[in-house]
């Protein structure tokens, strides 16, 4: 995660199948990593939610360093749409090994059109955008509010309804992003216009990323198997995001760098067609609002990356911050009153 603005403004930038327990147990590649979420079916097991949990939420910590790379030569709308170009194929080859259908009803057509417009397009033109104006770190603080419109959609729409606990222990997470904002905020040293310019591109990604998350749990959605989902959605996406790159960045624009293409194959396969595949059954197990709290501590992976890699010093504020965003995860996460589970497709 970097925590400096990008220094050129022309180029700135997260069920059906069939197979045994035992055939997902070791998982060797992206294909049978990916379908191992989707495979798992019911409950809000350990297995099934955690350990996915824990695999997107690393992996989307540490895409902001490699995002990093990719600012400068090429526009940022070129380099959406490369990344789901590249995701989108890899889906469809997911998709064939695991002998999922590769075509769509007439009716599920305009609910994948909305998740691709708005997970795939949307939310990440509108996140690139936003490192024009303000630092990563910024952006990834203000994107973790990530958990307040994917609970009240998921009230509204869903029928999920938040409980006590659920929500006060959500009110210290957000108290502890807000530590983190207010940390990242004083090293910007840009006008106030700027900086609102920026959250404002921000929170228009994190309704577009809400917006999806939400739909894709509902009942219109629910019986399409998710790899299916996902292949066809970053499709939609990739050709919205080209449309666009065509309207704003004009022609096409290549990095001849082995590491941009190294990075742009990471943030793909890594963090487009695994991660989503990992993170839209949980979404489907425990609900929006408990699954946006990956959000939260992916600015704080990404602080603990760049320690490591980066130099990154962290200050009292910080650190307060963090403990209080994982401590209300932790805490909300382990609450009894559950959302309750959307029930996988069958067969």
């Not at 097991?45 to 997107?56: A, C, E, K, M, N």
């Not at 006590?164 to 502890?176: D, E, H, K, P, Y």
Request: hydrophobic fraction near 50%; glycine fraction near 10%.
């Amino acid at each position: 995660m970097t925590f400096e603005p990008p220094q050129s403004p022309a180029a700135t930038a997260p069920p059906g199948a069939r197979g045994s327990g035992d055939e997902r147990s070791s998982p060797g590649n992206l294909g049978e990593v990916a379908a191992a979420s989707a495979d798992d079916g019911g409950g809000s097991s350990s297995r099934g939610v955690i350990l996915p949990f824990i695999i997107f939420t690393l992996i989307w910590g540490s895409t902001w360093i490699v995002i990093r790379d990719q600012l400068g030569t090429v526009p940022p709308q070129w380099s959406v749409t490369y990344r789901f170009i590249m995701a989108a194929a890899a889906m469809f080859v997911i998709c064939r090994v695991k002998r999922e259908p590769l075509t769509l009803a007439r009716r599920d057509w305009p609910v994948v059109g909305f998740i691709g417009l708005f997970q795939f397009c949307v939310n990440f033109n509108a996140v690139y955008v936003a490192e024009h104006f303000i630092t990563s770190g910024l952006v990834a603080t203000v994107f973790a509010l990530l958990l307040i419109p994917n609970s009240l959609l998921a009230w509204i729409i869903l029928g999920q309804r938040p409980g006590g606990r659920f929500l006060a222990c959500s009110g210290v997470a957000i108290a502890g992003i807000a530590l983190l904002f207010w940390n990242e905020i004083g090293k910007v040293e840009v006008e106030a216009r700027t900086v609102f310019t920026g959250i404002g591109w921000t929170l228009l990604g994190v309704i577009g990323a809400a917006s999806s998350n939400v739909m894709q749990a509902t009942d219109r959605v629910r019986h399409v198997p998710i790899l299916t989902l996902l292949a066809w959605a970053m499709a939609v996406g990739a050709l919205c995001d080209g449309v666009l790159a065509l309207l704003v960045a004009g022609a096409p624009v290549l990095d001849p760098r082995p590491g941009y293409w190294l990075g742009l194959a990471y943030l793909a396969l890594a963090a487009s067609a695994l991660c989503f595949s990992l993170y839209f059954p949980v979404v489907r197990k425990i609900g929006p609002g408990k699954a946006a709290y990956s959000s939260a501590l992916v600015p704080i992976v990404a602080m603990a990356l760049s320690t490591g890699l980066e130099g990154y010093r962290w200050t009292a504020l910080a650190a307060a911050g963090a403990a209080l965003a994982i401590g209300g995860m932790v805490l909300a996460l382990a609450s009894r009153r559950t959302s309750p589970p959307i029930a996988p497709p069958a067969d």
